[in-house]
């Protein structure tokens, strides 16, 4: 089982930036992948941008440019430095961590945390 632990959140103006960091822990495998995904109310959950246990990244169009994923393996976390925030940005960040085990994929979220950009 893997734990996710997402801190960082909360209500800042726009133009501003914030950091969200999740830590996860228990039964982690060297490859994987995390990354972050966001919720607005009345939206579909959708991704804001992953990175590999190798470092490779991915990034929606919407956030490329302002938002930035990064993650320390020894620490198994990841973070999402989030500058130039708009109020559309305005949601409930998940983190979340995606591994193989047998051929099968596992998916793990955090409980989120809310980002509200205010105009």
């Known amino acids: 089982q893997v734990h996710l632990v997402e801190s960082g959140g909360g209500l800042v103006q726009a133009g501003g930036s914030l950091r969200l960091s999740c830590a996860a822990s228990?039964?982690?495998?060297?490859?994987?992948?995390m990354g972050w995904y966001r919720q607005a109310p009345g939206k579909q959950r959708e991704l804001v941008a992953h990175i590999t246990s190798g470092g490779s990244t991915n990034y929606a169009d919407s956030v490329k440019g302002r938002f930035t994923i990064s993650r320390d393996n020894a620490k198994n976390t990841v973070y999402l430095q989030m500058n130039s925030l708009k109020p559309e940005d305005t949601a409930v960040y998940y983190c979340?961590?995606?591994?193989?085990?047998?051929?099968?994929?596992?998916?793990?979220w955090g409980q989120g945390t809310q980002v509200t950009v205010s105009s």
């Open positions: 228990g039964s982690i495998f060297s490859i994987n992948v």
């Open positions: 979340e961590l995606d591994q193989l085990r047998f051929g099968t994929k596992y998916v793990y």
